[in-house]
């Protein structure tokens, strides 16, 4: 009988190495199998891949080019360069006056230029030269419809009758020319004088048992005037503007020379003048040259411009002004740094800068709580009153039938019917923050800037 040996059974460890060398092994296999299959591919479909050659990197700063702008939908601008003039009507040679210039080269806005004018003949020379573009100037182009009346007994009654003899008077001595306007708005001011009945002796008060004498009324110059010194486009934005808008009518009597002086401390009724003079020039130089509202928009065409619309009366520092002109680069702008390095410097220069950005942005409608030139219908340029004062670029506008309607919305305190043609944001600013007629001592409300100017050009609403 024969003995069985006993079958030892394998242990843990053996049974882990035998799986690992059966895996090993298929695995091989599979190796040798493709590596077979890879030896019949012919030489010539093999792609031999050169080696990557770095370039060694400068140390000198490269040039940085703006990345296309992504999801920007600006609207088709009908003007391709644009100008923006920073008046001045001081005695020259001035040292704030700049002329700012851009052009759009297919998708890219271009900074040409920013430079600074010594003199207005040169602007004069600049503009009679100019190819086509739309050129902001901040300067009052014309004076509110009550002064025209006034003037009619001059024989000047449209705007175009006014510079025409605004420019005859300054042809010959500027200050002679200037005299002469200053006597007509002196005259213009004495023509509603407040009636304040009889004028009784102010040395006596109410202790006194005196008997009050009557005596004889102030000289009209101490005198409370009632004409309008603002116009149209003025009352939209003179509450949030403040001491930003100045009326070009703006007088006082100097007690030494006794005779009427312009008051305001940057000439505003001075550089009007000048202004309408040269826009006199122009136009009787160049047939494709408009004033707008003035006239319907040419080829070249010439608007007012108040700078509060785009700088908020606001002068950012350089790191501020810096950190957003590297944003509009990234956006498909191209500033020059020498741009933007006199911008940061000087404070005229900064607001011919950011104007020229803010009316290139308007015009792409990429700005759009401000109107393009396009947005005006026929009917705003029907308006008369329109065609005499001007208006201020940018500013949304309603006919007067549509004013007189929204007046007993206003009183009974519902919501304009204007509001709600534009965004929900001017709609809701507008309903809120709408200029009212208040009483002279009541303290006027203060806005945060943002709201304060879409409030006041949501004011007006195109018609």
């Known amino acids: 009988m024969t003995q069985e040996t006993p079958q030892i059974e394998p242990t843990e460890n053996e049974l882990v190495s035998e799986i690992l060398s059966s895996a090993e092994a298929s695995t091989m296999s599979e190796m040798d199998a493709s590596s077979a299959a890879d030896s019949e591919i012919p030489v010539s479909d093999v792609v031999e891949i050169a080696p990557i050659e770095r370039e060694s990197r400068s140390r000198e700063r490269r040039e940085r080019k703006p990345a296309p702008r992504r999801g920007r939908k600006s609207g088709s601008a009908i003007f391709e360069r644009f100008v923006v003039i920073r008046w001045s009507g001081r005695r020259e040679p001035v040292d704030d006056m700049y002329w700012a210039e851009a052009t759009k080269d297919g998708d890219w806005i271009v900074v040409t230029e920013l430079a600074q004018v010594r003199s207005r003949k040169e602007i004069l020379t600049r503009l009679l030269e100019l190819p086509p573009a739309l050129i902001a100037i901040d300067v009052p182009l014309s004076y509110p419809a009550d002064f025209f009346e006034v003037l009619k007994t001059e024989g000047i009654s449209d705007w175009r009758a006014l510079i025409k003899h605004v420019r005859e008077d300054l042809k010959k001595n500027a200050d ?53 010194r603002f116009r149209r486009t003025d009352h939209a934005l003179r509450r949030v503007a403040d001491r930003h808008l100045i009326s070009p009518v703006q007088i006082g009597y100097n007690r030494l020379t006794k005779r009427y002086e312009f008051t305001d401390p940057q000439s505003q009724g001075r550089a009007a003048l000048l202004g309408m003079s040269m826009l006199d020039q122009v136009l009787d130089t160049r047939d494709d040259v408009a004033v707008w509202p003035m006239m319907t928009p040419k080829p070249v065409t010439i608007v007012e411009l108040l700078p509060w619309i785009f700088t908020e009366g606001e002068r950012l520092q350089p790191e501020k002004l810096r950190a957003r002109m590297a944003t509009l680069e990234d956006r498909g702008w191209d500033i020059p740094s020498q741009a933007v390095d006199q911008a940061a410097r000087n404070t005229d220069a900064q607001i011919a800068l950011r104007c020229l950005l803010g009316v290139i942005m308007t015009e792409g409608r990429e ?97």
Request: negative net charge; without cysteine; hydrophobic residues 25%.
């Open 176 to 228: 002679d020319g200037i005299r002469r306007w200053i006597e007509r708005i002196g005259a213009y001011r004495e023509s509603q004088l407040e009636d304040e009945g009889p004028w009784r002796d102010r040395q006596s008060n109410f202790r006194d048992r005196r008997p009050q004498f009557l005596r004889e009324a102030p000289p009209p110059y101490e005198r409370r005037s009632l004409a309008e």
């Open 367 to 463: 700005e759009r709580q401000r109107r393009p030139i396009r947005d005006y219908q026929p009917g705003f340029y029907d308006d008369p009153q329109i065609k005499l004062e001007g208006w201020f670029y940018s500013v949304g506008y309603r006919s007067q039938n549509e004013r007189t309607q929204d007046a007993p919305n206003k009183e009974n305190g519902s919501e304009p019917r204007n509001a709600s043609e534009g965004s929900p944001r001017e709609s809701r600013t507008a309903s809120q923050s709408a200029p009212q007629v208040e009483p002279a001592h009541s303290a006027e409300p203060k806005l945060e800037p943002e709201v304060a100017v879409q409030a006041a050009i949501a004011e007006e609403q195109p018609v």
